[in-house]
């Protein structure tokens, strides 16, 4: 199986470009203002009007209203909803849109609850544990805690980056990686050198 590729955190059309044309599967727009990698309403029309075609757009929300989300839905061409709070498996399914449930990881987590409570999420992702920030951390989590068997695809986030990207396929063999700071040059920015050698560790990954 194919290990999939998200970046997240665009804040500029020349870079999330940059990602589709190295093949990246989706590109993450955050609409969180507590955080450095929030867009405006213009930074991310713009940047899903650059994309080439076959590039999955995810909006991420972290305990948003349902009048800002819709906002975003109306306005912006979003492919998935990513939902970083502490949103209900009610609150996710009110858009008629795939989503993901991220989910912070702690030894308490009970992943095998979560699959069926989020029973219809296209996929969980799994990010490092943070009493504040949500996600975008470059912290990661002990993947001995990642499930043997799970109903959803699992995505991987957490302190990703290109020096680890084939040891977190090799070890934990996820759906998908989801990759942020670990490509940055600072939060919101990210390095061309650093996105490239990622997908290329991925793909070296996917040919053995």
Known sequence: MRTRVKICGFTTVDEAVYAANLGVDAIGLVFYPQSPRNVSFKQAIEI?????A??????LFVD????????????IAIDCLQFHG???????RLYN???IKAL???????ITQLAIDYHDASALLLDAYHPQEKGGTGESFDWNLMPKQCNLPIILAGGLNPENAKQAIIKVNPYAL?????VEIKKGIKE?????????????SNQT
């Open 48 to 52: 899903v009007a650059s994309l080439p």
């Open 54 to 59: 076959f590039t999955t757009v995810v909006a």
């Open 64 to 75: 948003e209203t349902e009048t800002i989300i819709r906002q975003v839905l109306n306005n």
């Open 86 to 92: 502490h949103e209900t498996p009610q609150a996710c």
């Open 97 to 99: 849109k795939p989503y």
């Open 104 to 110: 912070p990881m702690r030894e308490t987590t009970n």
């Open 178 to 182: 989801d990759v942020s700071s670990g």
């Open 192 to 204: 061309r050198a650093k996105m490239t050698a990622f997908i290329s560790e991925v793909n070296q």
